[in-house]
Structures are given as C-alpha cells and as structure tokens.
C-alpha cells in the first residue's frame, strides 16, 4: 500500500490525455425513439431489398452448381462449377456494400484468389481449393429462405401497425366513396363486423400503436441474423483475420518501440549527455587552473562534482522510464507502489497476485498503471485514486479509480487510445467507465503468461 503526494517526473509522449466530454443522454425513451430513428428505416429498407437480390443469387447460384455439377463428366463442369462460385464471390462483395450502408456493418474483404503459375487453370483451381469461394455459395443458397421469412414478418407487422396506428384519420374514406361503414374484420351470410364505431377505431389505433413500438425491435432482431450471415459467411475467414490482427499489432509494437527509442535518444542528448559534456569541459579548466589558483580549481571540482550527482540521478529517471529496477527486483506490489508515491493525489495501491506473471506483460502492466496515475495527477482534478492489481483465471486484471472530473474517453489521437493499442498488441483490453462528473474507473485485462 503507497499513500503519498508527490509530482509524477516521468515525461509521457502522448498530448491527449483521454478526458473529454461526453455526448448528451436521450430524454426520449429508445422504445419510443425507435419507430422514427434512422437505424429502423434502414435496417427495412435492407430487409426488403434483400427478397429480390436473394431470388437472383439463389436463382444462378443453384443454376450454376448444377449446370457444372452436370458436367463434372466433361472437363467443361469444372471451369463452369469456378465460374459460378467467382460470380457468388462478386455478389458478395454487393452484399456487404449493402450491409456497409444500411446496416452499417463494416466487413473486410477476403483476400482475393491467385494461382500459382497466374494461368487461367491455376486460377480455377484456386477458386475451387478456396474456403472463402464455397461458404460464399453457402451463403447464397441460405440467404434465400431467411429472406423470404424477413421480408414477410418485416413488410407485414411493419404495415399493419401503421395502417392500424393511422386508421381513425382515414376511416371517413370507406363511407364516403366505398360504401361500406369500415375496414370488414368478418363477414358471411348473416354477419358482417366493421371497424366503425369511436371505441373500435380506438382499440385499433392502440393495438397499432403497440405493432408499431414493438416492429423496429423485431427488425433489429431479424437484421441481426443478416449481420451474423454476412460477417460469418461474407467475410475473411478467422485464421485470415487473425493473421491481419497480429500483422497489424505487430505493426504497432514496431512503432512503439522505435518511438521510445527516440524518445531515450533524445533524452540522452538534451539531458544526460549534455550535462557530461560541460562537466569534461569544466574538469579541463580545473586542471588549467590547478597550479596557478589552486582555490578556483577546488570550487569548480565541487561544482562538477554536483553536475556528476545531477547526471546522475537523470540517468536514474532514464532507467526507471526502460525498466524500473525495483519492478525487476520485487515485482508490481513495490514498482507500483513508487509510482504512486510520485503521483500528486493520495494513491492506494492494493496487489492481490498469488506470483509473478511473464516479464513483457509484467513490464506493460507497470507503464499502463503509470499512465494512468499521470493522466489522474494531470487531467482528473481528483482528490484521491486507488490502484487495484489483481489476477482472475489466466488473466492479469488492473483497476485505476479516481474520484475526478471524469468524461475520460478513447478517442482517437488520446492518450487511453494509444494504451488500447498497445494493450491490444498482447491480446489486451482496456475498458474506461468514466461519466462526466466522475467517477473514473479505467480497467485493464492482459493475459498472464506466467
């Protein structure tokens, strides 16, 4: 436990600090929001459009599988079989166009099939060997019914509530030009039921005041089942998005590193090296001066003595911000506990670990609790913060509370958004709970490694 005041000297290169507004809540209930929200119309729009385009896919889809299945005894069958399953490739880069607009579902393209040799017969059989080419065929083959059920249960709840909703403006119209009393609910021989009277236009209207609450829900439900089918069978297969996640955090840890490579650079130049130059410079005049005033020399030695403690000390802080030699030593509970103790609000640091993880992850932890602790000495307007560290099956778990300002955010360009890069380079997270007006609680998840 480290409770103590004291300025934070580590010198972090990140500007934005992660502190920010955040947006005004709704007045309007979501329940009544969404019949007239823009997400509900597109998502029907998206269910609508999706009948006829599945016709068209179903319809060559089957056509073609079954022309070239047919001619599987010829050689033309194969040629025929990769020529249909490219077309389904190419209505599935329309798919998720359409899915990126109205559903506003952002699908990375698969990667794009290339033969060995770049012949027309190495072409086909890539197409042919290519996961990616068949689940699109899948694809179009399922998408077909699941339209058909959409759109009928969409068109139909959606219409009705609103010709239900509406109906006591328009009920004038059937006695006046259609001769009859109302909308007919039953009718036969002997008995004939209208809507015509003042409580049965209004029961109506509630009862599609109630299709026309619940319809956007049951949307979003249905639409859900088309994102699932086009990130699942539309999309880049696991091991590739896998592969492009660890190129792509591979890519940030480069970067990383070679900005804290500049970074001590720099800080050898302007400071520790610096210094050590002017301290040869002055050890010099103090051997000039040795023999003829031997006073002087004495002061200026004294003097280059203190520029050796200063050098020192910087060099120190340098460590500490590579990789703090306590951290090495004694683990998180003490490195976190200095951090805190630098820190200019009251810090509680509570470690619960029952060892010591892998030393990459246990380094990471440290610069993120000191990052945070940063961001609360020079953002949070906070009296207090606490520092919980504690591991949770085969994760490290981090916890930073403040009682601050709050309206932290992950915004790009910030400082919690380059630590969620980081983080997410080792199969991280960082969650951020911060409301304005406090309090902030920034949580941390890394994988042990132990």
Not at 6 to 32: F, I
Not at 60 to 78: E, K, Q
Not at 237 to 243: E, F, P
Not at 347 to 356: A, F, Y
């Amino acid at each position: 436990m480290a409770t103590a005041y004291g300025p934070d000297t580590r010198d972090h290169q990140r500007s934005g600090s992660g502190y920010g507004e955040q947006p005004a809540r709704h007045r309007v209930p979501a329940v009544l929001r969404a019949p007239f929200e823009g997400r509900t119309w597109r998502e029907f729009g998206y269910l609508m459009l999706s009948l006829p385009i599945s016709v068209v896919l179903f319809s060559f889809a089957i056509t073609m599988t079954a022309v070239g299945a047919g001619l599987l005894v010829t050689f033309l069958g194969i040629p025929v079989l990769a020529a249909g399953l490219a077309m389904c490739r190419g209505f599935g880069a329309m798919e998720r166009a359409r899915a990126r607009g109205l559903l506003k579902l952002d699908v990375a393209d698969p990667a794009p099939v290339r033969g060995r040799t770049g012949g027309l017969m190495s072409w086909v059989g890539a197409v042919l060997k290519s996961g990616v080419s068949w689940r699109h065929l899948l694809y179009a083959l399922l998408h077909f019914p699941w339209a058909v059920f959409a759109f009928c249960v969409s068109l139909t709840l959606w219409s009705y509530g609103w010709a239900a909703l509406t109906y006591p403006l328009y009920s004038w119209v059937f006695p006046a030009y259609v001769g009859i009393d109302g909308v007919q609910l039953y009718g036969d021989a002997n008995h004939q039921v209208y809507l015509d009277s003042s409580v049965e236009l209004t029961l109506t209207s509630a009862f599609g005041l109630v299709l026309v609450v619940v319809t956007p829900w049951i949307i979003r439900g249905l639409a859900s089942v088309d994102r699932l089918m086009v990130t699942g069978l539309l999309g880049p297969s696991r091991l590739a998005s896998r592969v492009s996640e660890l190129e792509s955090d591979r890519g940030v840890v480069v970067d990383t590193a070679a900005a804290d490579l500049r970074r001590i650079e720099r800080d050898l130049h302007d400071g520790a090296q610096a210094r050590l130059v002017a301290l040869a410079m002055d050890l010099g005049l103090a051997k000039d001066k040795l023999t003829d005033d031997p006073e002087a020399a004495a002061r200026m030695v004294d003097e280059a003595h203190g520029e050796v403690k200063v050098a020192l000390q910087e060099l120190r802080d340098l460590a500490r911000g590579i990789h703090p030699a306590v951290l090495t030593d004694r683990g998180l509970d003490a490195a976190l506990s200095a951090v805190a103790s630098r820190c200019t609000v009251p810090v509680t640091v509570e470690v619960d670990l029952p060892g010591r993880p892998a030393q990459a992850i246990e380094g990471i932890a440290y610069f993120t609790v000191s990052e945070l602790l940063q961001n609360v000495s020079k953002h949070a307007r906070a009296t207090r913060a606490t520092v919980d560290v504690w591991r949770s099956a085969d994760r490290l778990m981090l916890q930073v509370a403040d009682n601050g300002r709050g309206g932290a955010g992950q915004a790009s360009g910030s400082g919690l958004a380059g630590l969620t890069e980081r983080l997410d380079a080792v199969d991280g997270i960082l969650v951020v709970d911060s409301p304005v007006g406090g309090p902030t609680k920034i949580t941390a998840e890394l994988p042990w490694r132990g």
